[in-house]
């Protein structure tokens, strides 16, 4: 590795002001310029950096390269793909949860992959429907049988992918199922810093199955609080079913919630649109409205 030309690299994990960036083969512990200090930016995990390499085999972050996507919460950036587990076994996901954070993972561009696991105790076939009629790429999975374990590891390899869900719906165990011994090596590194399993406060990004995953410990789910929820304005552009029906809307400012005249209600008495994604969408756009402007 030839010293002090700047390299670039992929923050892999941020903890207490140290930064662990992938570069090529090799992972280097960064700490942060001051100018980048002074100008209040905080790389991310996810974080495309350029570095200095000092001659210690440390490095010095120079600068975080333009984002694609930033989440609060969980603090990733750069995410390709949000993998929602949902579970139509105990516990019974509801539907609303999936809706907003798939509207979340829309409104910040990277593609939302829905993914129904325990189908071996419970088939929501209707339910799936409903996100397959969407537009959406939603799969039948069971980590306890293998059932599409191979198509979501198609998919996840060569992104950089984030997955959630609400608790108990199976997330360890598909990683799991996607590698074997993946919950060993996460939970050796949190044992490694000190704390509970289930605790853990970073974030951080692993190797998997030819890609990247943000496990994140202790999110039921992406900022449930509301703070990143869209605009009103803008929300339904985040239903992907939504979108052929907003160009056609006779009303320049339409709610789409219950105007005489839209064309999106139109489509939704003709069956056209899931009444129970149209519900969590005037749900999330009262939530909207309702937020304090900061």
Known sequence: MEHNTQQEGIVLKALSGFYYV?????????????????QKQSPLVGDR??????????????????????????????ID?????????????????????ISLAEAKGCTPILCFNK?????????VQVYEAAGIPTLRLS???????????????GKIS????????????????????????????STKLGRGRHTTRHVELFPLAGGLVADTPGFSAFDTEGSEL??????????????????GCFFQDCAHVKEKGCSLLEALEEGK????RHRSYVRLYELSKARKPW
């Open 143 to 157: 980590a306890a049988t293998g059932l599409g374990i191979e198509e979501l590891r198609g998919l996840i390899a």
């Open 22 to 38: 992938q570069s090529g083969e090799t992972l280097v512990t960064c700490r942060a310029r001051g100018k980048l200090r002074h």
């Open 230 to 247: 869209g605009e009103p304005e803008t929300l339904a552009e985040t239903f992907r079913e939504f979108r052929p029906y907003l160009e």
């Open 81 to 101: 793909q949000l993998v929602v587990i949902a579970s139509g076994a105990i516990p019974v996901t509801d539907p609303f949860l999936a809706d907003r954070i």
């Open 162 to 189: 984030a997955f959630t869900g609400n608790s108990g719906v199976g997330k360890s165990s598909i990683l799991n199922a996607l590698e074997p011994g993946f919950d060993l090596a996460t939970g050796e590194i």
């Open 119 to 127: 189908w071996d105790l419970a088939a929501p076939e209707e339910l």
């Open 273 to 276: 649109i899931s009444p129970s």
């Open 49 to 78: 950096v350029q570095f200095t390499p000092q001659n210690d085999g440390s490095g010095s972050l120079d600068a975080i390269l333009p984002r694609r996507n930033a989440f609060q919460r969980p603090a990733v950036a750069n």
